[in-house]
């Protein structure tokens, strides 16, 4: 079944969007425009994934972080690359390294979802603070 995510135009680039995970609506206006909704999409689901494909693995990634970053295409309208920085406080075994790594970029809804000419450019930091 899926689920309605609504959205308001309120006009003056505002607007406000509903979720049926939140009674708090997101409110975007132009201190956080819609790009920047999906970039914070995209990072929250690679990080949850990576949780989830961890936790199968019986290990934990408590405490990673990201930061991404985009550039517009040349035709403009579109992102055109996304450079994603991923941060793990903790040292981790190759394998455990590779399943971090093979959900972020591989595993995620989010970044599945995305138009496949849009260039991704990972970057994996361990035992960062």
């Known amino acids: 079944m899926s689920q309605i995510i609504a959205t308001t135009?309120?006009?003056?680039?505002?607007?406000?969007t509903k979720s049926p995970l939140s009674t708090d609506p997101?409110?975007?206006?132009?201190?956080f425009g819609p790009i920047d909704l999906l970039m914070g999409s995209y990072a929250s689901?690679?990080?949850?994934?990576?949780d989830f494909y961890a936790r199968k693995k019986d290990f934990e990634v408590?405490?990673?972080?990201?930061?991404?970053?985009?550039?517009?295409?040349?035709e403009g309208g579109q992102v055109g690359t996304i450079?994603?920085?991923?941060?793990?406080?903790?040292?981790?075994?190759?394998?455990?390294?590779e399943v971090i790594e093979h959900s972020a970029?591989?595993?995620?809804?989010?970044g599945n979802s995305?138009?496949?000419s849009i260039v991704k450019?990972?970057?994996f930091f361990y035992e960062a603070k």
Request: contains cysteine.
């Open 83 to 97: 450079h994603v920085k991923m941060f793990f406080d903790k040292a981790y075994t190759a394998e455990q390294k």
């Open 114 to 116: 995305l138009n496949p």
């Open 26 to 31: 997101i409110q975007v206006d132009l201190k």
């Open 9 to 16: 135009y309120e006009g003056k680039y505002h607007s406000s």
């Open 62 to 74: 408590n405490g990673s972080r990201s930061e991404l970053s985009y550039d517009m295409s040349a």
């Open 105 to 110: 970029k591989n595993l995620c809804h989010v």
């Open 121 to 123: 450019n990972y970057e």
């Open 45 to 50: 689901c690679m990080l949850g994934t990576v």
